[in-house]
C-alpha cells in the first residue's frame, strides 16, 4: 500500500517537474542566443597584443591567453608572438616563452616548412633583444638521445 501511494506521488511530481521543464525551455531558446558579433582580423590581433601588452599581467593571465590562442584554428600573427614573448619576459618566465614556440610551431601543421620559417624571421629582433632561443637553437626539436640515422651514414 505505502508503495503504491509512494510511486503516485513519484509519478505526480514527474509530471510537473516535466511540464515546468517544458515551459523553461521553450523561453530558453531565445532568451540566450548569442549576437553572434564578427571581429575581424586586425582587431582580433589588437586585442591579443594589448592584452598580453598590460603591465599588471600575470603568469596565470598569459597562460591562458596562450592556451586560448592554442585551441583555436590559427597560427598567430608575429606580432603577437612579440607581445607575448614579452610579457614572458617581463614576469621572467624563459621556458613558457620557449613552450610558446614549440605551440607555434605545431599549429603550423603540415605547412611548417612556410609558416615556421616567416615566423621566426618575423620576431627574430624580438628574440634577440630578450635573449630567448628557439627551440631548435636549444635541441629541442630532437630526442635527447637520438642517434645519426644509418640512411645517412
Not at 621572467?92 to 603550423?108: G, H, M, P, Q
Not at 615566423?119 to 628574440?127: A, D, G, H, M, N
Request: hydrophobic residues 40%; aromatic residues 8%.
Amino acid at each position: 500500500m505505502l508503495r503504491t501511494a509512494v510511486c503516485r506521488f513519484h509519478s505526480v511530481v514527474r509530471s510537473v517537474a516535466i511540464q515546468n521543464v517544458a515551459r523553461t525551455t521553450s523561453v530558453l531558446p531565445s532568451r540566450l542566443m548569442s549576437q553572434h558579433s564578427t571581429e575581424t582580423d586586425d582587431e582580433f590581433d589588437s586585442r591579443y597584443e594589448a592584452y598580453f601588452n598590460r603591465q599588471d599581467i600575470d603568469g596565470w593571465e598569459i597562460r591562458k591567453a596562450m592556451n586560448d590562442l592554442a585551441g583555436m584554428d590559427l597560427v598567430p600573427e608575429p606580432k603577437i608572438v612579440n607581445a607575448a614573448l614579452r610579457a614572458c619576459r617581463r614576469v621572467s618566465d624563459f621556458a613558457l616563452a620557449v613552450r610558446f614556440l614549440e605551440t607555434i610551431k605545431s599549429k603550423c601543421g603540415n605547412r611548417v616548412q612556410e609558416i615556421y620559417p616567416y615566423i621566426l624571421q618575423e620576431i627574430r629582433p624580438t628574440l634577440d633583444e630578450l635573449g630567448i632561443n628557439t627551440p631548435e637553437e636549444l635541441g629541442y626539436d630532437k630526442p635527447e638521445l637520438a642517434l645519426k640515422n644509418v640512411y645517412d651514414m
